[in-house]
């Protein structure tokens, strides 16, 4: 199911928590197997809670609850824009419609090429940046004005 390599992943995460807490690793287990995957399969939840010796359904709560999990197939850059109150009345609505615009998709929506994933998210905890927004949850892209929306769509593609 996940490479070798990404287990050897794992075993450096698992490493920093006691052997008998290995269950502390499964954010950073997920982010890895969803790094090699691009989502969260059900099987590949599986494979992390028989890894970690976790029931299936707790790792599947953690999954379900961040929202930094993909638990279907996206596009190849998923573009999350920060539309929490302070980013919204500093322009993140507004940031949000030229991409929606830009793209022609709407949230929760990928381009018919298969390339970007749009996504409303939660206070990212830069509101003095405002607008910002994540590019594959790595990637945190501040002031985000039309001209630097144009360059960012510009560069991924």
């Known amino acids: 199911m996940l490479s070798p390599e990404a287990f050897k992943k ?4 698992l490493a920093k928590y006691p052997a008998d807490q290995k269950q502390s690793a499964v954010m950073s287990a997920l982010a890895i197997a969803q790094d090699e995957k691009g989502w969260l399969a059900p099987e590949t939840m599986q494979a992390v809670a028989d890894y970690l010796g976790m029931p299936a ?10 929202n930094m999990y993909n638990l279907k197939p996206l596009g190849r850059y998923k573009l999350t824009v920060c539309t929490n109150l302070p980013c919204a ?7 949000a419609g030229y991409i929606k615009s830009k793209l022609g998709i709407g949230f929760r929506e990928t381009t018919a090429d298969g390339r970007i994933t749009l ?39």
């Open 10 to 13: 794992i075993d450096r995460e």
């Open 57 to 66: 359904v707790a790792v599947q709560e953690v999954a379900t609850f961040y």
């Open 89 to 95: 009345l500093s322009g993140g609505e507004r940031a």
């Open 119 to 157: 996504m409303e998210g939660e206070c990212m905890g830069a509101c003095g940046d405002a607008p910002v927004l994540l590019v594959n949850n790595k990637r945190m892209c501040s002031f985000m004005s039309n001209e630097r929306i144009d360059e960012l769509l510009e560069e991924l593609k």
